[in-house]
């Protein structure tokens, strides 16, 4: 367990078991886990399963199957990050008339069009003349002013070091006032390295998303994966 997280991928059927509920596959999930009894479990007696029944989200694929999930408690709430499995056409090398194309920029995050191969004897690549912006000028504006703030904070810690080590070179004791105000600014930087984190990879999933979205219209489902048989995103559902 690491900051109020579980993660199941690694453990085997005996410890965490996870299937469709018998009674509404579509739309519920049940994960039992044997948890321990006593602080020291010495037999299998000491362990009992718990069931914990949840709602899958609704883009979740009916065919597609539930992977091992972590665990997280937030706000006194169980939330499970539920990755998922299903096929993927695997493309051919040869054969495709149309594809979709992204470009990554600064001002706009991605610009992507749809793109036809004539059948000509010639053939030619020709636009449909409708590109796709995806903009994410806020978001990107706040991940600045976070970066930003934690470079200030860590300027603070530097120089708070600097102080706090000169005393020690001088046969001094810490000033205490020091020391909690590292200690303060430091749990700081950390709160913002996660909301970078968290914002960073909410932007990714976005971006990822809103590509899948538009090959997909373009009739080009199988470009979502091109090395692999199966596509795992991730689901997060609460008991």
Not at 219 to 229: E, L, Q, V
Request: hydrophobic share 45%; net charge positive.
């Amino acid at each position: 367990m690491f900051n109020s997280q579980v993660v199941l991928a690694a453990v085997d059927k005996q410890l965490a078991t996870l299937e469709r509920c018998a009674e509404d596959p579509f739309q519920y999930g049940v994960l039992t886990v044997r948890l321990p009894v006593r602080a020291d479990p010495v037999s299998r007696a000491d362990w009992h399963p718990v069931r914990i029944r949840f709602r899958l989200p609704p883009h979740v694929p009916a065919h597609a199957a539930l992977c091992a999930p972590t665990l997280r408690v937030r706000q006194g709430r169980l939330l499970l990050d539920v990755p998922y499995a299903h096929a993927v056409p695997k493309p051919e090398r040869a054969g495709h008339s149309r594809a979709v194309a992204f470009d990554w920029g600064l001002n706009t995050l991605l610009t992507g069009g749809t793109l036809h191969l004539t059948g000509e004897t010639q053939p030619r690549v020709l636009t449909n003349g409708h590109p796709v912006f995806f903009r994410a000028a806020g978001v990107l504006a706040k991940a600045d002013r976070l970066r930003l703030i934690g470079e200030h904070i860590g300027a603070r810690i530097d120089r708070l070091r600097i102080l706090i080590t000169s005393r020690q070179e001088r046969g001094m004791r810490p000033s205490p006032w020091q020391v909690a105000k590292l200690a303060v600014l430091q749990a700081e930087r950390e709160r913002v390295a996660r909301r970078r984190t968290r914002l960073n990879a909410a932007l990714a999933r976005a971006a990822a998303r809103f590509m899948v979205d538009h090959a997909i219209a373009a009739g080009r489902a199988s470009s979502t994966s091109k090395t692999s048989a199966t596509w795992k995103p991730a689901a997060r559902a609460a008991p």
